[in-house]
């Protein structure tokens, strides 16, 4: 159904907030703003469906977040077990936009996460301001190791994000595997199959039934070697990756953010366009899924078609926030 773009931010900001009362409103309007984003990218599994599934997530945790670590330092960490996954990204990336303004240099671990969101639209959002951004995130283990036929690791995406001269940041987001959780959700909802080779049932056998994924294949062995290496910096590194076998498996991010002029890339927005015109030349695909969004709400456009179950879940929610 067609919806107002601002009546539709308006109550995410607001269902946002009621689930973290104690977020800074800015990182909670950053995340709305996030959200809708991805509904007008099309990807509505990962706005308002996905916000469905978090707030589940939270009610089932009553969870207490743990105080954060390294406010105003170049290096930190967020516990983000009793908040919206979404608003500790947010609250990440303010954070390492202040360490880059500050120090040149971010690096800032999220651990104790439920659902991210798109990573790219993060990136951008710090490669907006100037800065290079690599942003990457694990997840409970979901995907078989190349030529395994069991999950040992998550499906473990990352972004990268860099400054472009007279254009939008150029913006590289994927999956380390052949499948998102996010599609696989959506094909049990939907009633789809999926595509053949892709997927393991419980006894490692391959499947195109969504409802008996055990497993997801990797993109191949780069695909699958890039997910241990996101492992290890996302999960290992900074907490995220649960050891204890009776703990609630979670998410874990980090984010890597710097000014490119102090790292020696005086002209790093030129070379970027540089680069993208090179490869373009040679017959190589740029991503440009990104291209198109604005970096404000008021580059939003004014109204969204949006899954008519999405908006009455989104009204019920707004409507048992609101004051009596």
Do not use: C, K
Not at 21 to 39: H, S
Not at 72 to 99: H, K, M, N, Q, Y
Not at 273 to 299: K, Y
């Amino acid at each position: 159904m067609r919806v107002i773009t601002a009546h539709l931010l308006a109550d995410l900001r607001q269902t946002l907030g009621a689930a973290a009362p104690a977020a800074d409103p800015a990182d909670v309007a950053r995340a709305a703003f996030w959200l809708v984003q991805a509904e007008q990218l099309g990807l509505g599994e990962f706005g308002i469906r996905m916000l469905v599934r978090e707030l589940e997530r939270l009610e089932e945790d009553d969870a207490t977040a743990a105080a954060n670590v390294g406010d105003g330092a170049a290096i930190g960490s967020i516990d983000a077990t009793a908040v919206p996954g979404v608003v500790a990204l947010a609250s990440a990336v303010r954070r390492a936009s202040e360490a880059v303004a500050a120090h040149g240099l971010a690096l800032v671990g999220i651990r104790g996460a439920g659902a991210l969101g798109i990573l790219g639209l993060a990136a951008r959002s710090l490669a907006s301001q100037g800065t290079v951004a690599f942003i990457a995130a694990q997840s409970p283990a979901a995907v078989a190791p190349w030529g395994a036929r069991a999950a040992a690791i998550g499906t473990n995406p990352l972004a990268i994000a860099v400054p472009r001269t007279e254009a939008p940041p150029l913006v590289v987001d994927y999956a380390t595997s052949s499948l998102t959780l996010a599609a696989v959700h959506e094909a049990r909802r939907s009633g789809a199959l999926l595509p053949e080779g892709i997927a393991l049932d419980a006894a490692g056998e391959p499947t195109v039934d969504p409802a008996a994924v055990a497993a997801v294949l990797p993109a191949g062995l780069a695909g699958s070697l890039t997910g241990l290496v996101v492992e290890l910096l996302a999960g290992v590194a900074v907490g995220g990756r649960v050891t204890d076998p009776e703990a609630r498996m979670s998410r874990g991010a980090v984010i890597v953010a710097f000014d490119p002029a102090r790292a020696g890339g005086t002209d790093a927005a030129a070379a970027a366009s540089t680069l993208d015109r090179d490869w373009r030349a040679a017959g190589g695909h740029l991503p440009a899924r990104f291209d198109a969004l604005g970096d404000r709400p008021e580059d939003l456009p004014d109204a969204l078609e949006i899954e008519e179950s999405a908006v009455a879940w989104l009204s019920d929610r707004v409507a048992g926030s609101s004051p009596a």
